[in-house]
């Protein structure tokens, strides 16, 4: 578990399905994101398949224990480069508060330091600006922009509806640096 001022970082437990179907049940949050809202039994299904797994955390308020986000933290490979790739989603009722940022660089600190990391990456759609401003705020620098290099979604056609992604990252030698 990691402990910010505001927000407890822990794995997640098989009773936040409720909590992810608040926010993974609205259209708004694929806005950026694959998927499509789900139930509240496919929520369930997943904070129980999450509690088995290592890749996501839930971002827990202290004050009250409510889980108004996740992050998504996991090597990528060849295990040999020491990348970890971050991601995140917020339940909506919780944006502009401060969460992503607070949780998002409080993983990325413990990670430098316990995980043997050598750096952390992260891909964004350029219209996201809430999301890339976090990255810039936790010091990750941009690196590129891909252009139309990913689809989440298919016009009626089929045919894909390419997006732009931005990629960030930061060096376990910045944080050092910091």
Same mark, same amino acid.
């Given at each position: ?18 909590? !992810?179907?608040?926010? !993974? ?27 088995h797994?290592s890749?996501?955390?839930?971002v ?6 409510? !889980? ?34 607070e ?67 930061? !060096? ?7």
């Amino acid at each position: 578990m990691i402990t910010t001022p505001r927000l407890l970082i822990r794995k997640f437990e098989p009773q936040d399905g409720n909590a !992810l179907f608040e926010y !993974l049940s609205d259209p708004g949050i694929y806005r950026f994101e694959p998927g499509e809202p789900v139930s509240l039994a496919e929520a369930q299904e997943i904070a129980i398949k999450r509690a088995h797994g290592s890749d996501f955390w839930a971002v827990v308020l202290k004050q009250d224990q409510r !889980l108004v986000g996740h992050l998504y933290f996991k090597q990528t490979e060849p295990l040999d480069f020491l990348t970890w790739e971050l991601g995140y989603i917020f339940n909506p009722a919780f944006h502009n508060k401060g969460y992503a940022t607070e949780s998002a660089g409080a993983l990325v600190r413990v990670g430098f330091a316990h995980f043997g990391i050598h750096r952390v990456m992260a891909h964004c759609n350029p219209e996201n600006t809430a999301s890339w401003k976090v990255l810039e705020k936790i010091g990750m620098r941009k690196e590129g922009c891909f252009r139309k290099s990913v689809f989440f979604r298919t016009n009626p056609d089929g045919s894909p509806v390419w997006v732009d992604t931005l990629e960030y990252a930061l !060096l376990k030698e910045d944080v050092q640096a910091g």
